[in-house]
């Protein structure tokens, strides 16, 4: 499914990613875990196809396409789906409209017919109802005004809507309260399948216990440098970075 | 030499033929002697206040050449070669109006629908009501222009052949919107019209405008249109103005206001069409609690230049008037935003704000924004805010991210900044008429 191999990239004159390897099989859930600024979403973007990052190194398959040689769109449309750590705000640009847009956009890219309005809003309130949001955010702009938990929420909730292939949810769980935490986690494991992978970024064992990963990685320093199982999330919890880091730098 | 002669120069034959052959307006001999004081006045007026040049203020960023080149001329006579089969192509689905169409500056009533209107109401055309009924409008029209802000409307004032009368006596109430529909057609002599309008509500009186320009075909022409309206004690009139002229067409449009205490304008602009096209507001208060709301949304390709100039004159206390426009610079797109807001000695506890925000797609698009706030009286509200800026990147991305092509997601952030203007369009099918025609000329154009 996506297989990453010596990844390096910087940002202006500074190396964030340092060496990368990871392989996810389909179904597969990984989680990566690691220090702050260590590189998470970096990965994140980069995997994406945001601008701004330089690839100096390495090379990123995704089912047998080169993925950064890409456009976004590109990405998107075979498959890959990225719940931003920060969400951003669209003034002006309706949530309905614009999930609309997408949908179709990834449609049409993989040969299957444009929804119409019926089909589409059909959908919509289905996969609305399982992440218990409230419709009326549906006619606002993107994220506009949203609360953090909100944002987070319609990040999943489009996630539902376009059915990715690989998913990177990039910090979903930060700003989300208990509850909500559980919705979203129960919104991610609705769309669990043998077809669809997933990357979790995570600072917290607390997701994992919803959304139980295959893998657990741990991101420092640009490199996984350690990976494991489920078990390694609680050694982790307990024991905080250092011991793995430490004996890294050393 | 004088400040005038260094901004204006003597009128040029391009002038001459505005004004008629001979330097006299056509006046003809039906028609009242108040309405041929008025034309004589204007026609005398004009060779003083002179062709601007691009030395004069108002005019620094916008070229008067090209328009002299066309070498624009009155038109001779009326044309109706325009079928009911044309106009359905010009109306907009599901839009209800008492409609008045104008055909190349001269009303069309064969064309037009103005049946079923209230009691207390007047709609129709300017010289079929001068003919009618001589001495109504004396006193009324061209009082709220007088000498305008240049040359321009004296030159409508001394020629206009026709326009839309529409008065409203107290208290009445609209049922539906009114269209002025100006549609031209391309003549073999590239030609001017000079429509002229006057819009009176009386006391309490309420109602909603929409004054639409179209094209038929690609041939130059030139509008030089004259709006003047005047609010009596709390009436209320929504104004909706597209200007969305053919890409060859010269547009040149001057609204005057007047407001009596207590009443309410809302107008909206939007500047689609017209290769050049200028465009002046002028608003004046009469008393307190008036209130103004100029609103637009400009959009400027290639071989476009779209100029909004306005003039807010809070000579009163207590009147609130607001200016918020946006436009969006695409290819060699050019514009210019002038909102002047002028508050007086006694204008005491005026409340002013204008906003001028513009997106530039292109390198070689370019906007001149100028917010001009003169303040006289101590004890004011006012604010003013410009900015020029690009599509952020960040939400460009976050589209694309979700499987949406560059260039659609640039035409959705466009239309969402656009988005505030057009929902102060008040009929949904204008909105979404408005909607469907800034979103094809950004697909059609280069960005
Ligand atoms: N545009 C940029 N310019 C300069 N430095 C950047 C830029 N983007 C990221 N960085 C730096 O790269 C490093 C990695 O950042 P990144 O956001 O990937 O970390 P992270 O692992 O996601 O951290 P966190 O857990 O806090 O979200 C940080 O030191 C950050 O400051
Ligand atoms: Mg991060």
Redesign the interface.
């Known amino acids: 499914m996506l297989s990453v191999k010596g990844l390096k990239a910087k940002v202006g004159d500074k190396d964030i990613l340092k060496g990368l390897d990871l392989e996810v099989g389909p179904g597969e859930v990984h989680a990566i875990m690691g220090p702050n600024g260590s590189g998470k979403s970096t990965f994140a973007h980069v995997l994406s196809g945001r601008e701004g990052y330089e690839v100096t190194a390495g090379s990123v398959d995704f089912n047998g396409q080169d993925l950064l040689g890409l456009e976004p769109e590109e990405r998107a449309q075979l498959g890959l789906f990225l719940a931003f750590q920060y969400p951003v705000e669209l003034p002006g640009v309706n949530n309905t409209y614009f999930l609309k847009s997408a949908v179709n956009a990834i449609r049409k890219a993989r040969g299957d017919d444009e929804l119409d309005a019926v089909s589409f809003l059909r959908l919509m309130k289905e996969r609305l109802k399982v992440l218990h949001l409230n419709d009326s955010l549906l006619k606002r702009p993107v994220n506009f005004g949203f609360s953090g938990g909100e944002k987070k929420r319609n990040e999943i909730f489009q996630m539902a809507m376009l059915e990715p292939k690989l998913a990177i949810l990039d910090e979903t769980d930060s700003g989300l309260d208990i509850d909500a935490l559980r919705i979203v986690a129960a919104g991610v494991n609705a769309l669990r399948g043998p077809e669809r992978s997933m990357l979790v970024v995570t600072h917290y064992q607390r997701l994992l216990d919803y959304i139980k990963p295959d893998y657990v990685h741990v991101l420092a320093q640009g490199r996984i440098i350690r990976s494991g199982g489920k078990e390694l999330a609680l050694e982790l919890e307990e024991k905080g970075y250092s011991w793995i880091t430490d004996g890294e730098a050393a | 030499m004088s400040a005038a002669a260094l901004t204006t120069r003597p009128p040029d034959p391009a002038l001459l033929a505005w004004l008629g052959q001979a330097g006299e307006p056509p006046t003809s001999a039906d028609e009242p002697a108040w309405l041929a004081e008025l034309r004589h006045d204007a026609a005398a007026r004009a060779p003083d206040q002179g062709m601007p040049t691009q030395k004069s203020e108002g005019w620094r960023y916008t070229g008067l050449s090209a328009l002299i080149e066309q070498g624009f001329k009155p038109q001779q006579k009326p044309i109706s070669a325009l079928q009911s089969e044309d106009l359905d192509k010009a109306l907009i689905d599901g839009l209800e109006t008492y409609r008045l169409v104008m055909v190349n500056g001269q009303f069309e009533p064969r064309l037009s629908q103005l049946d079923g209107l209230p009691t207390g109401v007047h709609i129709g055309g300017l010289a079929e009501l001068i003919a009618q009924d001589p001495d109504r409008l004396a006193g009324q029209l061209g009082q709220i222009a007088g000498a305008g802000q240049h040359l321009f409307t004296s030159l409508n004032t001394a020629n206009f052949a026709d326009g839309l009368v529409m008065l409203l006596d107290e208290q009445v109430q609209l049922d539906r919107p009114v269209e002025l529909l100006h549609l031209s057609i391309g003549l073999d002599e590239p030609s001017v019209a000079q429509p002229r309008h006057l819009v009176v509500l009386a006391a309490g009186a309420q109602a909603e405008l929409i004054e639409r320009y179209l094209s038929f075909d690609q041939a130059p022409y030139c509008n030089n249109a004259v709006v003047e309206i005047r609010l009596a004690e709390r009436a209320q009139l929504h104004h909706y103005r597209l200007q969305q002229e053919s890409p060859s067409a010269y547009h040149l449009s001057g609204l005057y206001l007047e407001q009596a205490a207590a009443s309410r304008y809302r107008g909206i602009n939007i500047g689609l069409g017209a290769t050049w096209s200028r465009t002046d507001l002028v608003t004046r208060f009469l008393a307190e609690q008036a209130d103004c709301g100029l609103q637009g949304l400009y959009l400027a390709g290639d071989r476009q230049l779209i100029d909004y100039h306005m003039d807010v004159q809070h000579q009163v206390p207590h009147c609130s008037s607001r200016e918020n426009f946006k436009g969006i610079l695409h290819g060699k797109g050019r514009a210019v935003f002038d909102g002047r807001v002028y508050v007086a000695r006694d204008a005491q506890h005026t409340d002013a704000a204008m906003s001028n925000r513009n997106l530039i797609l292109s390198p070689n698009a370019e906007v001149d924004t100028k917010p001009q706030l003169e303040i006289y009286a101590d004890d004011v509200k006012c604010s003013h805010g410009t900015t020029v800026g690009q599509l952020?990147?960040?939400?460009l991305?976050?589209?694309?991210?979700?499987?949406?092509?560059?260039p659609?997601?640039q035409r959705?952030?466009c239309?969402?900044?656009?988005?505030?203007i057009i929902d102060a369009l008040g009929p949904e099918p204008l909105r979404e008429q408005v909607t469907e025609a800034v979103g094809q000329r950004l697909e059609q154009s280069p960005l």
């Not at chain 2, 239309?415 to 505030?420: I, K, P, R, S, V």
Request: aromatic letters at 12%; zero cysteines; hydrophobic letters at 50%.
């Open positions: 952020e990147p960040e939400m991305f976050y589209l694309r991210s979700r499987g949406i092509s560059a659609l997601a959705m952030l239309l969402g900044f656009a988005g505030e």
